[in-house]
């Protein structure tokens, strides 16, 4: 580890520790969207394959293979349970901070501005100093077809951008293959066109683009690159299982995710905010989130430093480091 890693990390650990002791009030409801400016690029392990550890522990590991923070599942089986966020996330925070690590972003169930749980969580959130949460998903009403199911999802994250403007945090839609909302790229583009990115935009996720937009992904960021706040980061490759071709997630850099010139572009468009790396190989039931795993705790911490490594390559070799 070098000393500016470790300089780094110590300056991370003491803002976070400095904002732990801030009084626990919402910022003020017309604080305006540059509240969000451009960031540094914090490195983040999903907390989702990390299920397996309560969270001292795992705050303790993932300091020792040299994150810089956590991306916390606060959802349903996740690290914190939702109906339990007001008074659990707060403590597992400072739990993690005690390790030298930051939590600038959770990841959600939330999407229904009006469902009881979600003020409760974003404002324990927001108090506790996390910036950036990722919501949960839509889906096309097969009755509505796909412009009018559009037309009513519009109304319902512009209600929720409100929401995030009040207390203070800013909400991630991540793009996901597949048929709901955002998977074609263009129909966050525009859902969000006319919202404050300040307060909702989206977690862009390279693996999905490349799967859904083959070499046309490109033109999916040019069109979100003033909605894009963070980001997650895996790889894969297309192979064929029977007659059912699947995507195969492998360790970054072994799959077909340009990430040179995805990296080129981040930098061109001046994207920032903090990365979540996910993995979604095999790692003995740790890629599905499992509690248990079923190989050696040192095989997976090991995969995970690896992974981190490749990154921390890719964003020197694009000049974002």
């Given amino acids: 580890m070098t000393d ?8 991370i650990g003491t803002v976070a520790t400095a904002g732990s002791l801030l009084p626990m009030a919402v910022p003020a409801k017309n604080a305006a969207s540059t509240f969000y400016p ?31 923070g956590i991306d916390l599942t606060v959802r349903k089986d996740g690290h914190i349970a939702p109906e339990k966020a007001s008074e659990e996330l707060p403590k597992a925070i400072a739990q993690i901070r005690k390790a030298g690590l930051n939590v600038p972003m959770i990841a959600t169930d939330i999407i229904d501005p009006d469902h009881p749980l979600t003020e409760p969580i974003l404002k324990a959130a927001s108090a ?22 559009l037309e009513k ?43 404050d990115p300040g307060w909702l935009g989206v977690q862009y996720d390279p693996k999905h683009t490349t799967a859904e937009g083959g070499q046309s992904w490109i033109f999916d960021l040019d069109l979100l690159q003033n909605h894009i706040r963070c980001m997650d980061i895996k790889d894969f490759y297309w192979k064929k299982d029977g007659n059912v071709w699947k995507h195969k997630l492998v360790p970054l850099g ?67 480091s």
């Fill in 4 to 11: 500016n890693t470790i300089s780094r990390r110590r300056f």
């Fill in 128 to 149: 506790s100093g996390v910036r950036f949460y990722r919501t949960s998903y839509l889906n096309y009403d097969p009755s509505l077809g796909v412009a009018k199911s």
């Fill in 254 to 320: 072994e799959g077909m995710v340009d990430f040179k010139k995805y990296f080129s572009l981040v930098k061109q468009y001046n994207i920032s905010g903090p990365i979540s790396i996910h993995f979604e190989y095999d790692l003995g039931g740790a890629e599905a989130g499992n509690k248990k795993i079923s190989i050696a705790k040192e095989d997976v911490l090991a995969a995970m430093k690896r992974d981190l490594q490749t990154l921390r390559t890719l964003l020197q070799d694009a000049g974002l």
């Fill in 153 to 195: 999802h519009k109304k319902q994250l512009e209600k929720l951008a409100a929401l995030n403007k009040k207390y203070n945090i800013h909400g991630a839609y991540q793009n996901h293959a597949g048929t709901r909302v955002g998977a074609a790229v263009w129909d966050l583009w525009l859902l969000l066109k006319d919202i």
């Fill in 38 to 68: 451009k960031s540094e690029s914090q490195i983040c392990i999903f907390s989702k394959h990390l299920h397996w550890l309560e969270i001292p522990e795992m705050a303790k590991a993932v300091a020792d293979m040299g994150y810089d």
